[in-house]
Nanobody, 123 residues
Framework: QVQLVESGGGSVQAGGSLRLSCVVS?????LGWFRQAPGKEREAVAA?????????YYADSVKGRFTISQDNAQNTLYLQMVSLKPEDTAMYYC??????????????????WGQGTQVTVSS
């Protein structure tokens, strides 16, 4: 059974940093971070293809500010966020197991989701 548990969210001022964690059990493969602000659709933030290739993917809005990584044991996914902006405020979700031929930035192409962790950035 695949389980994803996020943590690390909080409230910071603009320009600050946070590191989100997602403990992953029961799965190794394709993992992603998404976010959803109130009244908006869920959007992709970053993704990582683990195992052999370790490909990384980022949304244009976070390139250069956010870094996705995974620990050597591959049971925790991280999202290091720096230079945070008020527009980064959202619930952040960890997602796992991209469907065959799926696109990393499409939410419904993932099979499993965590419960989310809130990030609030004040100006």
């Amino acid at each position: 059974q695949v389980q994803l548990v996020e943590s690390g969210g909080g409230s910071v001022q603009a320009g600050g940093s946070l590191r989100l964690s997602c403990v992953v059990s029961g799965y190794t493969g394709f993992l992603g971070w998404f976010r959803q602000a109130p009244g908006k659709e869920r959007e992709a933030v970053a993704a990582i293809r683990t195992r052999i290739y370790r490909n990384l993917y980022y949304a244009d809005s976070v390139k250069g500010r956010f870094t996705i990584s995974q620990d050597n044991a591959q049971n925790t996914l991280y999202l290091q966020m720096v230079s945070l902006k008020p527009e980064d405020t959202a619930m952040y979700y960890c997602a796992a197991d991209l469907v065959a031929n799926g696109l990393w930035y499409i939410p419904h192409h993932y099979k499993y989701w965590g419960q989310g962790t809130q990030v609030t950035v004040s100006s």
